[in-house]
């Protein structure tokens, strides 16, 4: 809190690249919500990469750690004025930011009413602000989760208020190895997104402890620290930013392997869509999925954007949402 409430006021105060680290090219919709944004909560936000899933609008959305608001407000223009964006935030300074500018955002977006709303409490604690059971169709988080010291509790949190469907659609940092007592207790590389980082390996056991589908790998860079002296703390351990999507597939899921074909029409991905590193689905083409990639393209918001059917050659080699 001291960290992203005092000691950073700006984004040119971070002291290593870890949070500048960006995803994937951004598309024209999103790049011309960015230009409606209010300056300063674009200059008081420190997040890594752009957390924008696709097929958003009417949706429920919250963002976990959503600091001065910048995705929250790019996220309100894609859901329109009948969808919602909830951000929570543990920096009372940073969620002050984020409420300051919502006149000016629902104004400048021609909404009557606003579709944003912004809490001060914690991501492992969700209840504590009154977030209910199966009230959100996505949850987002950027570069925030390695900040808890709970990553489990804040996998479980979200599965609890994710409909039955639902997305997590998260980019965050992940470590090579677990990282030695030194790491973890140095204040500058826990601030930078750094210290608290997860394993990588133990994003896949925590997500199937809780009830997730096996993660979906969408993106990852490798992070340069650009700091001697941090370098030196760290060692040999490397760290990436990586952005995984989890489902929570409900009960009497697709037992197999599958076909499906994307019917096209999302905005923005009208032609093709990229939904992780393993798949790309392009408008009219068969394409082969295993059971669980079959399983998550029936139960989540994409079902009516996809024909899918039983069979599949290989689909079942594929391991779609291994990293």
Known sequence: QDYYGKELQKSEDLKTNACITSARPL????????????????????????????????CRVLDLGSGSGRDCYLLSQLVGGQGHVTGIDMTESQVEVAKKHIAYHMDKFGYQKPNVEFFHGYMEKLGDVGLADESYDIVISNCVINLAPDKRAVLREAFRVLKPGGEMYF??????????????????????????ALYWRDLYSIAEEVGFSPPCLVTASPITIGNKELEGIVGDCRFVSATFRLFKVPGGRWTGPGQVIYNGGIVGHERELVFDANFTFKEGEVVDVDAEMAAILQSSRFAEKFLIRAGGTNAAALQGCCC
């Open 27 to 58: 598309s024209k919709l999103v790049r011309d919500a960015l230009e409606h944004i209010h300056e300063e909560v674009v200059a008081r936000y420190y997040g890594c990469g752009l957390v924008v899933p696709e097929c958003l609008y009417s």
């Open 171 to 196: 980019s965050d940092i992940y470590a090579s190895q677990r990282l030695s007592e030194t790491i973890r207790q140095h204040r500058v590389l826990w601030g930078e997104c750094l210290a608290g």
